[in-house]
C-alpha cells in the first residue's frame, strides 16, 4: 500500500467517530475481544510499553501533550496516541512530536491487513476491528519498536470499553467530567464517571482533578476498591502549580503566566496552553510526570517547567491570524465552550465575531448558550466531517436563543464573512468542533499536509 490506499483501507472499516457502520452502541459493543485477537497477531506490542493511560470528557488531549513534553524536557523518548486529528491521520501516532512517516504508516498497515485477515479466519464470530482498533494496534507497535521510553496513551472514548484499555499503565490519568455521549455512556455524571475510571488498574497509581461530587465517589470508590493510590490535584495547595489567573499576550500569542515551585525550587513561565481549565490540565500532567518512577526518569522540576512552557497542542485557543485577530479553538461540549468563552473575556474584551458548527448529536443549544455573551454575531457552517450538523439546524439553535445568525456551507465561507465584519481591529473566534478548527486552519493556510478528501467520504466495506 501507499500512503492513500493505507488510510483507504483503515476507513474499510466500521468508525464510530465518522458515525458510520455501527449499528449497536451500547459500550459492550466495544469488547476487548478484537483488539486482544489482533494485538496477539502482531506480538501483543503494548505489554513492551511504559504507558500513562489518559482518560476525561475536556482536557485529556492537552493533558496528554503537556505530559508527553515534560517526559521530552527529561531526555525520554516519547510516544503520543491521540485522536481525532486536525489535518492528517498520522497526527495521532507520534514519536518525539513527529508524526509517524506516510511510509512507514503504509507499510505498517499492510503488514497490519495481513493480521487483520488471519484474525478474520480464526476468530469468525468476532467480526472485524474498527477503524479506531486497527489504528489503535498500528501506534501499540510503532511505539514498540521505536523503542519509546514512554508511551502517552489518550482514550478514544469512555474508558472501561475502550481499545486502549488492554494496557496496564503506570499511572492514570482520568481529566474533567461533564456530560457527553450520553447516548452510548450513560446520562448521568455517576454512569459516565464509572467508564472513565474503568481505566484505573490495581494498584497503580491514577491521578484526576476536582470532580462534581456524584462523579468523585466512583472514582474514588473504584481506586479504593482496587488499591490504586488516588492523588486528587488542583490549584493552590493542591498543586504546586499557581497562577493569579493573568492571561495575556506574550510576542504577539496567547499566554498565561504561571508559577511551578517544587522541591525548593521556583520558576516563573509563560504556558501557551491558557485559561484557567488549562491551568487544571497542566496539574495533571505534573502529577502523572511525577508518579512515573524514578526507574524511568527522575522527573525535575526544570524539565516541568520546560516541558509546560514548551508545549505545541494547536487549536486550543490558537492565534491564527492578527488582523483581525482570529482564535481557533476545539471546544466540543458546554463545559468546554464556557470555559472558552472566559479566556476570550480577558483576552479580547469587546464584540466578538463567532464561527460556530458542530456535530449533529451535541447539545448545540448548551453550547451556543454557552458562548452568546461573547457573541457580537454568529456564523454557522458544517464541516466536511460526515457527523456535522446542517448550518439550517444550527441557525434554528441560534434563533432559540436569541442571537444573530448567519448560515455559510462551509468553514471557508464564514470565516470570510466574519473576518470582513470584524475588520481589521476586532476579533473572530472560531469554535464548536475540532472538525471546524481544523478547517479554519487549512483556510489560514497552517496546514503543512492534508489528508486526502477521499477520507471523509468513505464508507465502510466490511
Known amino acids: 500500500m501507499n500512503y492513500p490506499e493505507a488510510l483507504q483501507y483503515i476507513y474499510g472499516f466500521a468508525d464510530l467517530e465518522r458515525g458510520v457502520g455501527f449499528s449497536d452502541r451500547s459500550p459492550a459493543r466495544y469488547r476487548f475481544q478484537r483488539i486482544g485477537h489482533l494485538l496477539r497477531e502482531i506480538g501483543d506490542p503494548h505489554q513492551r510499553l511504559r504507558i500513562a493511560h489518559v482518560a476525561g470528557s475536556n482536557g485529556k488531549g492537552s493533558t496528554s501533550a503537556m505530559l508527553a513534553s515534560i517526559a521530552a524536557a527529561a531526555g525520554l523518548r516519547v510516544g503520543l496516541y491521540t485522536q481525532p486529528h486536525l489535518h492528517t491521520f498520522r497526527e495521532r501516532i507520534m514519536v518525539n512530536a513527529q508524526p509517524i512517516a506516510p511510509d512507514e504508516f503504509a507499510n505498517r498497515m499492510d503488514k497490519l491487513a495481513a493480521a487483520v485477515a488471519a484474525g478474520r479466519q480464526r476468530h469468525p464470530a468476532e467480526g472485524d476491528p474498527t477503524t479506531y482498533e486497527i489504528a489503535t494496534a498500528v501506534a501499540f507497535q510503532y511505539f514498540a519498536d521505536a523503542g519509546v521510553d514512554l508511551a502517552v496513551i489518550e482514550v478514544g472514548m469512555g474508558g472501561t470499553w475502550d481499545a486502549t484499555n488492554v494496557v496496564d499503565p503506570t499511572v492514570s490519568v482520568i481529566t474533567s467530567l461533564s456530560l457527553e455521549h450520553t447516548a452510548i455512556l450513560g446520562n448521568t455524571l455517576e454512569a459516565i464517571a464509572g467508564e472513565k475510571a474503568g481505566i484505573i488498574k490495581a494498584s497503580r497509581p491514577v491521578v484526576t482533578v476536582p470532580q462534581a461530587p456524584a462523579a468523585m465517589q466512583v472514582i474514588e470508590k473504584r481506586a479504593r476498591d482496587l488499591a490504586a493510590p488516588?492523588?486528587?490535584?488542583?490549584?493552590?495547595?493542591?498543586s504546586p502549580l499557581d497562577s493569579d489567573g493573568e492571561i495575556g499576550w506574550d510576542a504577539g500569542r496567547?499566554?498565561?503566566?504561571?508559577?511551578?515551585?517544587?522541591?525548593?525550587?521556583?520558576?516563573?513561565?509563560?504556558?501557551?496552553?491558557?485559561?484557567?481549565?488549562?491551568?487544571?490540565?497542566?496539574?495533571?500532567?505534573?502529577?502523572?510526570?511525577?508518579?512515573?518512577?524514578?526507574?524511568?526518569?527522575?522527573?525535575?522540576?526544570?524539565?516541568?517547567?520546560?516541558?509546560?512552557?514548551?508545549?505545541?497542542?494547536?487549536?486550543?485557543?490558537?492565534?491564527?491570524?492578527?488582523?483581525?485577530?482570529?482564535?481557533?479553538?476545539?471546544?466540543?461540549?458546554p463545559d468546554a465552550i464556557r470555559q472558552t468563552a472566559v479566556t476570550l473575556a480577558a483576552l479580547a474584551p469587546g464584540p466578538v465575531q463567532i464561527v460556530f458548527g458542530t456535530a449533529a448529536d451535541k447539545d448545540v443549544a448548551a453550547m451556543l448558550h454557552g458562548i452568546a455573551p461573547a457573541a457580537s454575531r454568529a456564523y454557522v457552517c458544517a464541516s466536511r466531517h460526515p457527523r456535522a450538523a446542517p448550518p439550517a439546524d444550527l441557525l434554528e439553535s441560534a434563533a432559540a436563543i436569541g442571537r444573530?445568525?448567519?448560515?455559510?456551507?462551509?468553514?471557508?465561507?464564514?470565516?470570510?464573512?466574519?473576518?470582513?465584519?470584524?475588520?481589521?481591529?476586532?476579533?473572530?473566534?472560531?469554535?464548536?468542533?475540532?472538525?471546524?478548527?481544523?478547517?479554519?486552519?487549512?483556510?489560514?493556510?497552517?496546514?503543512?499536509?492534508?489528508?486526502?478528501?477521499?477520507?471523509?467520504?468513505?464508507?465502510?466495506?466490511?
Request: aromatic content about 4%.
Open 230 to 238: 488516588l492523588e486528587v490535584v488542583g490549584t493552590g495547595d493542591r
Open 254 to 333: 496567547p499566554a498565561m503566566a504561571a508559577r511551578l515551585q517544587m522541591d525548593g525550587q521556583c520558576f516563573d513561565l509563560q504556558m501557551p496552553l491558557v485559561g484557567a481549565h488549562q491551568l487544571l490540565n497542566a496539574a495533571a500532567a505534573v502529577a502523572a510526570a511525577r508518579a512515573l518512577g524514578p526507574d524511568l526518569a527522575e522527573i525535575k522540576p526544570a524539565h516541568i517547567a520546560r516541558g509546560l512552557a514548551s508545549t505545541v497542542w494547536p487549536a486550543r485557543f490558537e492565534l491564527i491570524e492578527h488582523n483581525p485577530r482570529v482564535i481557533v479553538d476545539a471546544a466540543h461540549s
Open 404 to 462: 444573530p445568525a448567519l448560515a455559510f456551507d462551509s468553514v471557508a465561507a464564514a470565516l470570510a464573512a466574519a473576518r470582513e465584519a470584524a475588520g481589521p481591529e476586532g476579533t473572530v473566534l472560531v469554535t464548536g468542533s475540532i472538525f471546524v478548527a481544523a478547517a479554519a486552519r487549512e483556510a489560514g493556510g497552517l496546514a503543512a499536509e492534508v489528508d486526502p478528501p477521499v477520507l471523509f467520504g468513505a464508507v465502510p466495506t466490511r
